[in-house]
T-cell receptor
């Protein structure tokens, strides 16, 4: 069975500071993808960043970057220069196998303090 | 690109009635669409997977006769909640993917808040 664990239910960060959200996963698949999605108060799920497991290089998207540790099955998200608009619930997700199904973590609510 | 719409965004209905929710991929063809249910401050719970032109695959514990899913075209899937009851009140989210076509990312609709009185 594939699992995704986010052990931080809530995090907070000061505006302009950096925060890291943790995610660990488990899968027996050799080919898989990892995602971070953001769900702001509007509840629209927004793709933040995507990582292919076969790529060693960590994905980056502007202020968002990941630390992908394949051996440790860890996939953390770093948000630099945090902005008020980054306040949201963040979900880590795993896509593996041939079903196309996403396995979601429990989510981490990020609060950004002005 | 990769925009998914959902309609309606909010619906209130009486107990015993049926409600239909539409999910459309606006700028790409979705071979697979997914339907999720989300309770406040919780993660998304996958209800079913639908592939265009075939029957939906339901997750364990989801009543297929209550939550009817139709995926009639590559851009449209519908979820019908039949004989809705107050316990069906929830936030329903769809996603669309071109899984199998080289792009494996799921793109999500904005969700539908269902309230059953």
């Amino acid at each position: 069975a594939q699992t995704v664990t986010q052990s931080q239910p809530e995090m907070s960060v000061q505006e302009a500071e950096t925060v890291t959200l943790s995610c660990t996963y488990d899968t027996s698949e050799s080919d898989y993808y990892l995602f971070w999605y953001k769900q702001p108060p509007s509840r629209q799920m927004i793709l933040v960043i995507r990582q292919e497991a076969y790529k060693q290089q960590n994905a980056t998207e502007n202020r968002f970057s990941v630390n992908f540790q394949k051996a440790a099955k860890s996939f953390s998200l770093k948000i630099s220069d945090s902005q008020l608009g980054d306040a949201a619930m963040y979900f880590c997700a795993l896509l593996g196998g041939n079903t196309g199904k996403l396995i979601f973590g429990q989510g981490t609510t990020l609060q950004v303090k002005p | 690109g990769a925009v998914v719409s959902q309609h309606p965004s909010r619906v209130i209905c009486k107990s015993g009635t049926s409600v239909k929710i539409e999910c459309r991929s606006l700028d790409f063809q979705a071979t697979t669409m997914f339907w999720y249910r989300q309770f406040p401050k919780q993660s998304l719970m996958l209800m079913a997977t639908s592939n265009e032109g075939s029957k939906a695959t339901y997750e364990q514990g989801v009543e297929k006769d209550k939550f009817l899913i139709n995926h009639a075209s590559l851009t449209l899937s519908t979820l019908t909640v039949t004989s809705a009851h107050p316990e069906d009140s929830s936030f329903y989210i769809c996603s669309a993917s071109t899984f199998g076509g080289g792009v494996d990312t799921q793109y999500f609709g904005p969700g539908t808040r269902l309230t059953v009185l």
